[in-house]
């Protein structure tokens, strides 16, 4: 470490120097003249040696005052550029975490609409299922799963997870589901995942079945879709987040049925970015692209989690 005097001190004489006036680098800086004259007798000492002497009724620099003040002003003026450049990389650049589902099958398909309305922009999508503390991250905002909103964060509610079975019609031709029972009797992709309990649990006259059947296990809905997709069995996924698949035929909802799990989909971000031209961009064009993904909202993915 270079032995710096106190940069609050140097920062003073730099504004003195310029102004060769104690109250003038005083208003500049929204400091007292005694704070300045304080400042300046803290940077004396340090040194050993005068950096200004009196003339008149005002301050003049000294000889040695003289020749460092375009050396300190330069490097005040380098720190002004450098952090000009960090501000201007930062706004140029929107960083977001999102967990693999919604990333995947949902947001990133969608993301070069914001680009082309915002082309300032460069946007950095991290996709991870990890939880970050965000507001010491390098991400300007979350998109993340929960019952409500984060506490300590800037929430916006963007949609709730429904929860069915869906299938690839070719596995649904060779196995018939009448009945939701029947899905005890066919591969079901993940069975220990806690959606299909939460189906099953909203359902009139059916009972869980505690029989173990053969079936892929994932720990992914990215995974199960897929697999469901592939015809490997019936998977318990959110259909907004396979809607291009369902929209295409390539999974089939059997029954009309609909869960809604405990958690929904929020845009998270610190306090302290809600003002920033692009968490704000960002904001608007999410909201308005989930409400268009909604259409007329037949699952009622719109209806705040805090609604009967």
Excluded: C
Aim: hydrophobic residues 45%; glycine residues 6%; negative net charge.
């Amino acid at each position: 470490m270079h032995n710096l005097p106190p940069l609050a001190a140097v920062r003073v004489f730099e504004a003195a120097a310029r102004h060769e006036n104690f109250s003038r680098a005083a208003e500049e800086l929204g400091m007292t003249q005694a704070a300045v004259s304080y400042q300046m007798k803290v940077l004396e000492e340090r040194l050993g040696a005068p950096l200004f002497t009196r003339r008149g009724r005002g301050m003049a620099l000294t000889d040695l005052g003289r020749r460092i003040a375009p050396q300190v002003t330069g490097a005040f003026t380098a720190l002004g550029e450098a952090f000009a450049v960090a501000r201007s990389e930062n706004a140029a650049v929107l960083s977001i975490t999102a967990p693999r589902t919604i990333a995947t099958n949902w947001l990133a398909g969608r993301l070069g609409n914001f680009q082309l309305e915002h082309p300032d922009l460069a946007v950095r999508l991290h996709i991870s299922d990890e939880l970050v503390e965000l507001a010491a991250s390098e991400f300007d905002v979350a998109i993340r799963g929960a019952p409500a909103p984060w506490p300590g964060l800037a929430s916006h509610f963007l949609m709730r997870m429904p929860v069915t079975p869906l299938a690839s019609p070719a596995f649904l031709a060779r196995h018939r589901l009448e009945r939701p029972s029947d899905l005890f009797d066919v591969p079901r992709i993940s069975p220990e995942d806690d959606w299909w309990d939460l189906w099953f649990e909203t359902l009139e006259d059916v009972t869980l079945d505690s029989r173990t059947h053969s079936g892929v296990r994932f720990g992914s809905q990215v995974l199960d879709g897929s697999a469901a997709i592939a015809g490997h069995g019936v998977a318990i996924l959110s259909p907004p987040m396979f809607q291009q698949a369902i929209d295409a035929g390539l999974l089939v909802q059997p029954f009309a049925h609909i869960a809604n799990y405990r958690n929904g989909f929020w845009l998270l971000y610190p306090e302290g970015k809600r003002n920033l031209t692009k968490v704000r961009a960002f904001r608007d064009w999410l909201l308005d692209a989930v409400r268009e993904a909604a259409g007329d909202d037949p699952m009622g993915i719109l209806v705040p989690l805090d609604a009967p």
